[in-house]
């Protein structure tokens, strides 16, 4: 599992094929959001079962700390080997790439 700003995932995004995924519950990003695919963190492990386990992943949540659990479950249960996890989740984000994000 990597750790990256926000500023690095965009990068990537623009660069690479990767699945970027937004593990907040659905009123979380209905309120704020990145554009991400929104997956909330329970529904995770069926979402992922059917995709290839090396296409990158990036994690985004609030602040960093579902992402990382998230991260290491679908490292250890599904075998994925490339998961990175934005640094600081949409709080990061926004100060990163997107002041125009209105977070509480």
């Known amino acids: ?9 965009k990068v990537f995004i623009e ?5 970027t995924i937004d593990i907040r519950e659905p009123y979380e990003f209905q309120q ?3 554009g991400f695919t ?10 992922l079962e059917s995709k290839d386990r090396n296409t990158p992943i990036i994690l985004l949540c609030h602040s960093g700390k579902r992402s990382q659990a998230a991260g ?7 075998g994925f080997s490339d998961v990175i996890i934005v640094e600081h989740g ?5 100060i990163e790439v997107d002041p125009s994000l209105k977070l509480d």
């Open 38 to 47: 929104n997956i909330p963190m329970d529904l995770l492990m069926n979402y």
């Open 90 to 94: 949409i709080k990061g984000w926004q």
């Open 1 to 9: 599992m990597k750790y990256w700003s926000a500023h690095q995932c």
């Open 15 to 19: 660069t690479e094929k990767v699945l």
């Open 72 to 78: 290491n479950l679908i490292e250890t249960e599904l």
């Open 32 to 34: 704020v959001n990145c």
